[in-house]
T-cell receptor
Framework: TQLLEQSPQFLSIQEGENLTVYCNSSSVFSSLQWYRQEPGEGPVLLVTVVTGGEVKKLKRLTFQFGDARKDSSLHITAAQPGDTGLYLCAGFSGGYNKLIFGAGTRLAVHP | EAGVTQFPSHSVIEKGQTVTLRCDPISGHDNLYWYRRVMGKEIKFLLHFVKESKQDESGMPNNRFLAERTGGTYSTLKVQPAELEDSGVYFC???????????FGSGTRLTVV
């Protein structure tokens, strides 16, 4: 069974700080996605990484896919209260038809 | 473009009753998925439709769950009879051919008491 472990589970920081969220597995994934979810809403796709070693940037968010495609990280620079939410990593083992989700990292950014 | 719409947003039913959840995907999206998060656990795959055909229902917990997709448009997920452990948030998502990303609905929070 493929599993994705996210760490930390919870993160409470002050506005302006930097943070990194990790997503690790012992299995290889063909691609990996990061989602953000807010209360009462469904997950919203932030990024898809496909190639081992790939780095993608989305404004203050930097996503990296591990060389072996078993892990990924999300780095947020100068966090803002609007970044507060649940961040989920999810991987595909083949094709794009069955996502395996991590349990999520709940981020709170305080003004 | 309208997003993925799920009805109802919340449902509270008694153990043994029947509940039907509905999902309207983005128009033109052939792929439709159901996922579920039970309390304290990660979101898990239930099943996948391509148009009206079930492609993969390996995540369906048991035969109390029945999913249909009429004419390849909207989908329903029926739980009959509901048990306490069926409580959770049920998400529907759709994806167009050639797209990487899913668009999720807001979910249906099901509580079985």
């Amino acid at each position: 069974t493929q599993l994705l472990e996210q760490s930390p589970q919870f993160l409470s920081i002050q506005e302006g700080e930097n943070l990194t969220v990790y997503c690790n597995s012992s299995s290889v994934f063909s691609s990996l996605q990061w989602y953000r979810q807010e209360p009462g809403e469904g997950p919203v796709l932030l990024v898809t990484v496909v190639t081992g070693g790939e780095v993608k940037k989305l404004k203050r968010l930097t996503f990296q896919f591990g060389d072996a495609r078993k892990d990924s990280s999300l780095h947020i620079t100068a966090a803002q209260p609007g970044d507060t939410g649940l961040y989920l990593c999810a991987g595909f083992s083949g094709g794009y038809n069955k996502l395996i989700f991590g349990a999520g990292t709940r981020l709170a950014v305080h003004p | 473009e309208a997003g993925v719409t799920q009805f109802p947003s919340h449902s509270v039913i008694e153990k043994g009753q029947t509940v039907t959840l509905r999902c309207d995907p983005i128009s033109g999206h052939d792929n439709l998925y159901w996922y579920r998060r039970v309390m304290g656990k990660e979101i898990k795959f239930l099943l996948h439709f391509v148009k009206e055909s079930k492609q993969d229902e390996s995540g369906m917990p048991n035969n109390r769950f029945l999913a249909e997709r009429t004419g390849g448009t909207y989908s329903t997920l029926k739980v009959q009879p509901a048990e306490l452990e069926d409580s959770g948030v049920y998400f529907c998502a759709s994806r167009g051919i050639g797209d990487y990303g899913y668009t999720f609905g807001s979910g249906t929070r099901l509580t079985v008491v």
